[in-house]
C-alpha cells in the first residue's frame, strides 16, 4: 500500500475529528490536506501508529486554528434555520457525546462554549476513544490534567439545555392534519389549520410561501404524498420525515401548533438541500 492510499484509508476518520473540533467543513478540509503535507515530509518508516500519528496532527493543527480564532463559519445554503432532527422512537442518547459520528448542529453549538483545549479533551477521549495519554501531549498537559479537562467540559454539555419535545397533544394535531391529507377530507383540514396559517415550501425550483387554511388546505390534499413519512422532532417542533423506496431523504414537514392549530408548516422538499442536512436514515 502507498502512503497516499494509507492516507485516503484515514482521512473520513481525520475530517470527522476536525469537523467537530473546528464546526467548519472548510477548515477541516484545510487541516486535513495539511496533515496529509506534513506526513508527505516524514522519512519514510518513522511513523509505526499512522493513524495514532494523524489523529495527533489533526488535533494540533485544529488546535492552533481554534486559538488563533481563524476559523470559518459554515455557509448557510438558505435563509433558513438549520434542524436538528430526531426520530421520535429514537432512543435520545444519554449525553450527546454518545451521538458519536452522527453528530449534528446542536453539539457543534455546544462545543462552540467550551474552551480550546476543553474541546479538543473532550472531542478526542468522549467522541473517537483517543487516551488521555495521547491527548495530553497534543495540549502539553499531563494525562490527569487532560481528564479534567474533557470532564470539565462533559458537565458543561451534559448541562447545554435541550430543545423542548412537542407535548402529546401537538403530535395528535400533526397526525389529525395528516391523517386528513391522505384521505382528502377537506373539512377536517380546516379544523386544525389557523385560518392564517403560513405554509413555507422549500423546493427546486425556489421558495414558495402559501398564506390561509383554506389555501393551505387545498396543498395539503394535492402534495398528500409528502405526508406519508416517519414522526420526528425538528428544533423541538413536531416534525414528519419521509425517504424514497431507496432510502433517499424525500421531505421533512416542521410544524408550528399553537392553541391545537397549524399555524406554520415548513417543507422542504429540495433533494439537493436535504441531502446537505444530517438527517437520520430510513427506519
Not at 434542524?83 to 457543534?108: H, K, N, Q, R
Not at 495521547?134 to 494525562?143: R, Y
Not at 423542548?164 to 379544523?191: I, T
Amino acid at each position: 500500500m502507498t502512503l497516499a492510499d494509507a492516507f485516503e484509508s484515514h482521512r473520513d476518520r481525520l475530517r470527522a475529528v476536525a469537523y467537530r473540533m473546528l464546526g467548519s467543513h472548510a477548515d477541516a478540509e484545510d487541516v486535513v490536506q495539511e496533515a496529509w503535507l506534513r506526513l508527505s515530509r516524514q522519512e519514510p518508516g518513522t511513523i509505526d501508529n499512522l493513524g495514532g500519528w494523524l489523529t495527533t496532527v489533526v488535533g494540533r493543527i485544529s488546535l492552533d486554528v481554534l486559538r488563533s480564532g481563524r476559523t470559518r463559519p459554515e455557509v448557510s445554503y438558505d435563509d433558513g434555520p438549520e434542524y436538528t432532527v430526531t426520530l421520535d422512537d429514537a432512543p435520545a442518547p444519554e449525553d450527546l457525546a454518545a451521538i458519536g459520528d452522527s453528530v449534528g448542529i446542536a453539539l457543534l453549538t455546544v462545543l462552540d462554549s467550551l474552551r480550546p483545549d476543553e474541546r479538543l479533551a473532550f472531542v478526542l477521549h468522549d467522541v473517537f476513544a483517543v487516551p488521555f495519554a495521547e491527548v495530553g501531549p497534543i495540549l502539553g498537559k499531563s494525562a490527569d490534567a487532560t481528564k479534567m479537562l474533557a470532564s470539565r467540559a462533559r458537565r458543561k454539555v451534559q448541562g447545554a439545555q435541550r430543545p423542548a419535545s412537542p407535548d402529546r397533544r401537538q403530535r395528535e394535531v400533526v397526525q389529525a392534519f395528516l391523517a386528513a391529507a391522505r384521505d382528502g377530507h377537506f373539512e377536517r383540514l380546516l379544523e386544525v389549520l389557523h385560518p392564517e396559517v403560513k405554509l413555507t415550501a422549500h423546493t427546486p425550483d425556489g421558495t414558495f410561501v402559501t398564506l390561509g387554511a383554506t389555501e393551505v388546505a387545498t396543498r395539503a390534499r394535492v402534495g398528500a404524498a409528502a405526508a406519508h413519512g416517519h414522526p420526528a422532532t425538528a428544533n423541538g417542533l413536531p416534525a414528519i420525515l419521509s425517504w424514497t423506496p431507496e432510502g433517499t431523504p424525500l421531505s421533512l414537514l416542521v410544524f408550528t401548533v399553537t392553541d391545537d392549530r397549524i399555524t406554520e408548516i415548513t417543507a422542504r422538499v429540495d433533494p439537493a438541500e436535504l441531502a446537505r442536512m444530517d438527517l437520520p436514515g430510513r427506519v
